[in-house]
């Protein structure tokens, strides 16, 4: 079976490239066609020569996530449903979001197929874990859509590992896909335009503060005490508030960096002023900007919160010197918002985009 090159460091390469018996700089050169010129077609990789080019044919292959559908948004971000694995690895289908914003696009994209954890504001939840991803799969989703709006692309790409899975849990192929998209020599994203999304996988975060090389971090809050953590994201009672914010306290933070509460306001249940003080004094000492993500309305029992409250809690916030913004999630009408991948598809029940404008 053809070997697949995608996912693969430099080194991986030129060890793959000497087992063929070929100088070992012809791996460094199909990484820099493969991930700096973003050349999927091993037969146009002109800079090496034909009678390898030939070789390679039949010897490796490149396979980006197939897309299985498009779901366009009327804000301008498309929803893609792919499919990946089949041949040597079991069937899935995922999903990433290309989100395009004067001057740059930002890619989201899944780091498992479905998710293990249970967050209960979130889709993918219901589908339980069906398989992690490898390296590379989760760069085949950003090449893919670059690929596909290749012809209105913007200076810049964002990638946030906000999709589905949780990406501390793929800690090794998280990072091996990472290594690729930040290296300048490959896909060359700034550390600063990529966000690595966790629910609070403590040993996850202490491990990725160990890494040289590595994307923003952002931890997903969304409660002001453990009572009501712990009936939202049942992986508070493992990693509970004190232990995830011991852990954020002791994270090295760039110069540059923040870490990024995201905190989704579910109208009635963590939306008060009294919430919005505890997650202040949660907060305190920490170099960190919230993003408050009101809740958007879909299957699941919370109800969209209340403007003037989410203008309060922010406020609240602002007040006591912490850096707080709204932000209303992009494709909300194609369930491409935050927590809302995965499941229209797998209901087989394809979002009508007119029928779920909100
Ligand atoms: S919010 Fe993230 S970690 Fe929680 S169930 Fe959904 S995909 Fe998993």
Same mark, same amino acid.
């Given at each position: 079976?053809?070997?697949e090159?995608l996912?693969?460091?430099?080194?991986?390469?030129?060890?793959?490239?000497?087992?063929l /018996?070929?100088?070992?700089y012809?791996?460094?050169q199909?990484y820099?066609?493969?991930?700096?010129e973003?050349?999927?077609?091993?037969?146009?990789?002109? *800079?090496?020569?034909?009678?390898?080019?030939?070789?390679?044919?039949?010897?490796?292959?490149?396979?980006?996530? !197939?897309?299985?559908?498009?779901?366009?948004?009327?804000?301008?971000?498309? &929803?893609?449903?792919?499919?990946? /694995?089949?041949?040597d690895?079991?069937?899935?289908?995922?999903?990433?979001?290309?989100?395009?914003?004067?001057?740059?696009?930002?890619?989201?994209?899944?780091?498992?197929?479905?998710c293990?954890?249970d967050?209960?504001f979130?889709l993918? =939840?219901?589908? /339980?874990?069906?398989r992690?991803?490898?390296?590379g799969?989760?760069i085949?989703?950003?090449?893919?859509?670059?690929?596909?709006? &290749?012809?209105q692309? =913007?200076?810049?790409?964002?990638?946030?590992l906000?999709?589905?899975?949780?990406?501390?849990?793929?800690?090794? =192929?998280?990072?091996?896909?990472?290594?690729?998209?930040?290296?300048?020599?490959?896909?060359?994203?700034?550390? +600063?335009?990529a966000?690595?999304?966790?629910?609070?996988?403590?040993? /996850?975060?202490?491990?990725l503060?160990?890494?040289?090389v590595?994307? +923003?971090l952002?931890?997903?809050?969304?409660?002001?005490s *453990?009572?009501?953590?712990? !009936?939202?994201?049942?992986?508070?009672?493992?990693?509970?508030?004190? +232990? %995830?914010?011991?852990?954020c306290?002791?994270?090295? %933070?760039?110069?540059?960096?923040? $870490?990024?509460f995201?905190?989704?306001?579910?109208?009635?249940?963590?939306?008060?002023?009294?919430?919005?003080?505890?997650?202040v004094? $949660?907060l305190?000492n %920490? !170099?960190? +900007?919230? *993003?408050l993500?009101?809740?958007?309305?879909?299957?699941?029992?919370?109800?969209?919160?209340?403007?003037?409250?989410?203008?309060e809690?922010r406020?609240i916030l602002?007040?006591?010197?912490?850096?707080?913004?709204? !932000?209303?999630?992009?494709?909300?009408?194609?369930?491409?918002?935050?927590?809302?991948?995965?499941? =229209?598809?797998?209901?087989?029940?394809?979002?009508?985009?007119?029928q779920?404008?909100?």
């Amino acid at each position: 079976m053809p070997v697949e090159l995608l996912g693969k460091s430099a080194d991986e390469l030129r060890a793959f490239v000497a087992s063929l /018996g070929e100088p070992a700089y012809r791996g460094g050169q199909i990484y820099h066609a493969l991930y700096a010129e973003r050349c999927l077609d091993l037969a146009a990789m002109t *800079n090496l020569p034909a009678p390898l080019r030939a070789r390679l044919a039949e010897e490796a292959r490149i396979t980006l996530p !197939r897309i299985v559908r498009r779901f366009p948004s009327v804000d301008g971000s498309v &929803r893609y449903l792919f499919s990946i /694995g089949g041949e040597d690895a079991k069937p899935a289908q995922i999903e990433a979001v290309f989100i395009p914003k004067e001057g740059r696009q930002t890619i989201c994209i899944s780091t498992q197929a479905g998710c293990a954890l249970d967050c209960h504001f979130c889709l993918t =939840a219901q589908l /339980g874990l069906i398989r992690n991803l490898s390296a590379g799969e989760i760069i085949g989703q950003v090449l893919a859509a670059l690929e596909e709006n &290749r012809e209105q692309l =913007a200076p810049q790409t964002n990638v946030v590992l906000m999709g589905q899975g949780e990406p501390l849990l793929n800690f090794d =192929a998280v990072m091996a896909a990472l290594l690729i998209l930040l290296d300048p020599n490959g896909m060359a994203i700034s550390p +600063k335009h990529a966000t690595l999304s966790t629910s609070g996988i403590v040993p /996850g975060i202490e491990r990725l503060a160990r890494e040289k090389v590595r994307p +923003k971090l952002a931890i997903s809050l969304n409660a002001s005490s *453990n009572e009501q953590r712990d !009936r939202i994201m049942p992986i508070n009672r493992k990693y509970p508030l004190e +232990k %995830l914010l011991d852990a954020c306290r002791k994270y090295p %933070l760039r110069p540059w960096e923040h $870490l990024t509460f995201e905190y989704v306001l579910l109208g009635g249940f963590n939306d008060s002023p009294e919430d919005a003080r505890r997650v202040v004094k $949660l907060l305190a000492n %920490l !170099r960190a +900007k919230v *993003n408050l993500i009101p809740w958007n309305p879909g299957d699941l029992p919370y109800e969209k919160p209340d403007a003037a409250r989410i203008e309060e809690f922010r406020r609240i916030l602002t007040d006591k010197g912490m850096l707080a913004f709204v !932000r209303y999630s992009r494709g909300q009408d194609v369930m491409a918002a935050c927590g809302q991948l995965a499941l =229209a598809e797998a209901a087989e029940t394809p979002p009508d985009v007119a029928q779920l404008q909100v």
